[in-house]
Nanobody, 123 residues
Framework: VQWFESGGGLVQPGGSLRLSCTASEILFRENAMGWFRQSPGQEREGVANINSVGNIDYADSVKGRFTISRDNAKNVLYLQMNDLQPENAALYFC??????????????????WGQGTQVTVSS
């Protein structure tokens, strides 16, 4: 499986970024998909999840600011991130779970991972 993630970068506090993720050999519409993030010295943290039927869940810390979506025709997963703050800086990963209807943000439920894209929030 080849993953391609993009959209990370440097943004000022209050700014926005949109992350994108696609992968070969994985049909995103047939999997639960998630976004995770990890900062140095921290555990990987679930950010958002969308399952195969479109149910969506978010971590409490990003509700109202982040939006996960999926383009089935293009097989692309997105994470729109608004009002970014320094504490949101991390390496962001997309991931696929073989549990099609999985709703949740436990990293152990996901078996396929992208390589990550770095998000830096700084003035």
């Amino acid at each position: 499986v080849q993953w391609f993630e993009s959209g990370g970068g440097l943004v000022q506090p209050g700014g926005s970024l949109r992350l994108s993720c696609t992968a070969s050999e994985i049909l995103f519409r047939e999997n639960a998909m998630g976004w995770f993030r990890q900062s140095p010295g921290q555990e990987r943290e679930g950010v958002a999840n969308i399952n195969s039927v479109g149910n969506i869940d978010y971590a409490d810390s990003v509700k109202g600011r982040f939006t996960i979506s999926r383009d089935n025709a293009k097989n692309v997963l997105y994470l729109q991130m608004n009002d970014l703050q320094p504490e949101n800086a991390a390496l962001y990963f997309c991931a696929a779970s073989d549990l099609m209807l999985y709703r949740g943000l436990k990293a152990s439920a996901y078996s396929h991972w992208g390589q990550g894209t770095q998000v830096t929030v700084s003035s």
